[in-house]
C-alpha cells in the first residue's frame, strides 16, 4: 500500500515523540543536589564556598548544593568512595593510590600547584635530615600527600616507614602532637604547618617542592558519566572562584582566615606556596603523580605488578578542561 501525506505526517511525528523520549532516557535526570567538600588546603573551593558562584550558575535548575568539610586527601577520598560526596578535593599521588586500590575517580581539574607539605620538627629535636628520622616518632596522615612525601623522604636516605615510627593522626593532630613533644617530627600539611612554623618557631627541616603533587578536583566517575554537563558548570564555577581569587588577594587571605581561625601572617606564608595559575588537565600533572607513583610502587606502597602509567592515564581526565584564565 502506497502511504498517504496523512500516514507520513502521523509517523514522521510518532518517531519525533520516540526521539523526544529516548532522548530524557539517556540524559539522566538532575540531581536534587550536588555535594563538593571545602577544605583549607584548597583555597580556590573556600572562595567558591564563600561567594556563592556555583549555587548561583544552579539556582535556575533548582539544584541545592551541600558543602562537606574534608580534613586530608584521605577524608575527602574516602567520601567520594562511599558516595557520601560527588567532587573532592586531594592531592594527585593520593588520588592515584586511591583509584589503584579500586576507587572509581577521575581527576578533572587543577585547583592549585602547592608546595603544601615538608617535614617538621621542633628546635630542639636535632633533626636536621630524613636520614635523622631513623627510629623516631613521626604523625603522618596515612593516604595523603604529606604521607606520600614522607615516604619518598625516607627513601632519599635508604629508609623505609619500618624504620621510623609512624603515628596516625590527621593533619591538626599531627601539629598539636609535635608541639606537645608526643612525637619528634611530623609530615606537616598547609595551612598548619604554616602556623607551626610562625607561631612555635618549629623547622621545615626537609623541603622539596617538585614532590608535591597537585592539587586536584576529583569526581566519582559515575556521576561524571551521568551528568557530564554539571561537572562542566562545576568547573566553570571553579573556574569564576580562581579568577576572582587572583585579582582578589585580599578577599582569598580572608576567605583562608574565616575558615581556619589562624592570623593573616600564617595565611600569607601558606598563599605564597601556592600557585593557582595553573588549572587545566595535562602532562605537568601526569609527570609529578607518575614520579610519586614509581616512588611509592618501588617502596612497596604500590604492587609491583600494577601499570603506573596507565594508572595515572585512567585518573587524569582532560576531557573537562577550563579555558584558562590569568
Do not use: C
Not at 561524571?224 to 582578589?248: G, W
Not at 582566615?257 to 587545566?280: G, M, N, W, Y
Amino acid at each position: 500500500m502506497i502511504p498517504t501525506r496523512r500516514s507520513l505526517l502521523v509517523s514522521a511525528l510518532a518517531l519525533a515523540a520516540l526521539g523526544g523520549l529516548l532522548g530524557r532516557e539517556v540524559r539522566a535526570e538532575d540531581p536534587k543536589e550536588i555535594r563538593l567538600d571545602w577544605a583549607t588546603y584548597n583555597p580556590v573551593g573556600l572562595v567558591l564556598k564563600e561567594k556563592g558562584f556555583l549555587e548561583e550558575a544552579l539556582a535556575s535548575r533548582g539544584i541545592k548544593v551541600r558543602w562537606v568539610q574534608s580534613l586530608g586527601s584521605n577524608k575527602a577520598l574516602e567520601f567520594l568512595n562511599a558516595g557520601a560526596i560527588d567532587f573532592g578535593s586531594a592531592a594527585g599521588a593520593a588520588a592515584l593510590v586511591a583509584r589503584i586500590n579500586g576507587n572509581p575517580i577521575k581527576a578533572v581539574y587543577a585547583f592549585s600547584r602547592p608546595e603544601w607539605t615538608a617535614l617538621v620538627t621542633r628546635k630542639d629535636t636535632g633533626i636536621a635530615k630524613p636520614a635523622d628520622l631513623k627510629g623516631k616518632r613521626v604523625a603522618v596522615t596515612r593516604g595523603t600527600d604529606p604521607h606520600i612525601f614522607l615516604i619518598r623522604a625516607l627513601q632519599s636516605a635508604g629508609l623505609t616507614e619500618r624504620d621510623a615510627k609512624l603515628v596516625l593522626l590527621q593533619h591538626p593532630d599531627g601539629r598539636t602532637a609535635l608541639d606537645r613533644g608526643d612525637v619528634d617530627a611530623w609530615a606537616g600539611l598547609d595551612p598548619m604547618m604554616a602556623a607551626a612554623e610562625i607561631e612555635n618557631g618549629d623547622l621545615l627541616f626537609y623541603r622539596d617542592a617538585a614532590a608535591n603533587t597537585w592539587g586536584l578536583l576529583d569526581v566519582r566517575e559515575e556521576f561524571a558519566r551521568a551528568h557530564p554537563d554539571l561537572v562542566r558548570t562545576v568547573i566553570a564555577a571553579y573556574e569564576r572562584a580562581r579568577a576572582y581569587a587572583l585579582a582578589n588577594p585580599q578577599a582569598l587571605s580572608a576567605a583562608l582566615v574565616a575558615a581556619t581561625k589562624l592570623p593573616e601572617p600564617v595565611i600569607a606564608r601558606q598563599i605564597e606556596r601556592t600557585d593557582l595559575s595553573q588549572p587545566t588537565i595535562g602532562q605537568a600533572q601526569a609527570d609529578s603523580i607518575r614520579a610519586a607513583g614509581l616512588a611509592l610502587q618501588q617502596a612497596g606502597v604500590i604492587p609491583a605488578t600494577t601499570d603506573v602509567a596507565a594508572a595515572v592515564e585512567g585518573l587524569l581526565d582532560a576531557g573537562f578542561n577550563p579555558v584558562a584564565t590569568r
